[in-house]
């Protein structure tokens, strides 16, 4: 009887079924819900900018005002998380070049975002950006990427930024969202530069402490002594004295910064879940500088390039004009992620998967010739 009370009732839902399919519409279904036309904001694409205007913010530290090139057919730009990233693709003397900045900027209503760029030492876009780079030029923008931003779910109220030099630019980008009421937290900044003059944003950010008791900035100068400003490196006691009861814990700047802090909050017993890193360097060390012969295989075609031992393999196929494909530079979202069919490398193990180590799987941003190679590169 259960069988057959089963059966009665699958007969029924199917009679529905035939029911409903009958009295349907003969209109194709749509796919243009509210979700998908959200989610798509999130990722817009590889997109053409237009510099709109360039500021000088120290003697080796300019920002980029961008804009959509709508002579291009670009209108907006997609919605971002205080402190992603994007990464710019622009034809510098005839080779294509890809480099990572950080958004330094938030706005509920603005249609431009902005980018800081300081000069590196042999850096040869961020020279091309601070030298050469004119209002009007323009280039490819992709984006936004990173995990670098505030989640309330996961985060504590108040946050506790670390920064060095440029690394307070993504800093800046929360703080501006705190300072226009769109994130709901804390924010107190142990900003390090050298001198005082060697500080990114100073007056924009005292304009936002005085006006926003939620966000504190304190200096500390490495190479100069001056009244309102702290003295040498982030200590423990300093750490301390700006906890709170819940605290997350972010930073961002050079690798001396990074290992510095590692120490010191461990020492003071925060787990790892309430720390956030952002990478701005390879942190490998530089190896010898022999060149290498290196096989690539791309599209089908094998070509051949020299690598030398303190260069990436990234760096070398910029200079060879050869594409592959590089967003954050340092190993860590993996889009570059190549086959290494011979040769033997030193690479960033900490963001390749165990898998990916066991059948030699390599991120060519991250990673140095240590012999002659043979590569095939993602199509």
Do not use: W
């Not at 990572?100 to 760029?117: G, M, V």
């Amino acid at each position: 009887m259960k069988e057959n009370a089963n059966f009665n009732k699958l007969k029924k839902y199917v009679e529905e079924r035939e029911k409903c399919i009958k009295e349907a519409s003969s209109k194709p279904v749509s796919f243009d819900y509210f979700a998908n036309q959200y989610a798509q904001n999130f990722y817009y694409g590889r997109m053409i900018v237009r510099i709109k205007n360039i500021i000088l913010e120290t003697q080796d530290t300019k920002t980029f005002v961008l804009e959509p090139d709508v002579d291009r057919g670009y209108h907006s730009f997609f919605d971002y998380r205080p402190g992603q990233f994007v990464t710019v693709e622009m034809v510098i003397h005839g080779n294509h070049y890809r480099r990572a900045y950080s958004i330094s900027n938030y706005s509920k209503n603005s249609k431009e975002i902005t980018i800081t760029i300081k000069r590196l030492f042999n850096g040869l876009v961020s020279s091309y950006f601070f030298y050469e780079a004119r209002i009007g030029d323009t280039f490819f923008l992709d984006g936004p990427y990173g995990e670098f931003y505030y989640q309330p779910l996961r985060d504590a109220k108040h946050i506790l930024a670390v920064v060095g030099g440029s690394g307070i630019t993504p800093i800046f980008s929360m703080a501006c969202a705190i300072y226009e009421g769109v994130m709901d937290c804390d924010l107190t900044i142990l900003y390090g530069a050298k001198t005082s003059s060697d500080i990114i944003f100073y007056d924009r950010l005292k304009e936002m402490m005085e006006k926003n008791e939620r966000i504190k900035v304190v200096y500390l100068l490495s190479q100069e002594e001056k009244d309102g400003f702290l003295q040498g490196l982030v200590t423990k006691e300093l750490l301390e004295s700006y906890q709170k009861e819940e605290n997350s814990y972010y930073v961002c700047g050079p690798k001396a910064l990074y290992e510095h802090m590692n120490i010191l909050l461990k020492e003071l017993g925060v787990s790892n879940q309430a720390i956030r890193h952002d990478y701005y360097a390879n942190f490998l060390p530089a190896v010898q500088e022999q060149n290498y012969e290196v096989r690539v295989i791309t599209n089908g075609q094998e070509k051949v390039l020299f690598c030398k031992g303190n260069e990436t393999l990234s760096e070398a196929f910029e200079r060879f004009g050869i594409s592959n494909l590089k967003v954050c530079g340092v190993g860590v979202c993996g889009f570059c992620r190549s086959k290494l069919l011979e040769g033997e490398v030193l690479t960033n193990t900490q963001y390749v998967r165990v898998a990916d180590q066991k059948y030699h799987f390599i991120h060519p941003c991250a990673t140095y010739p240590l012999s002659n190679l043979k590569i095939k590169l993602p199509k």
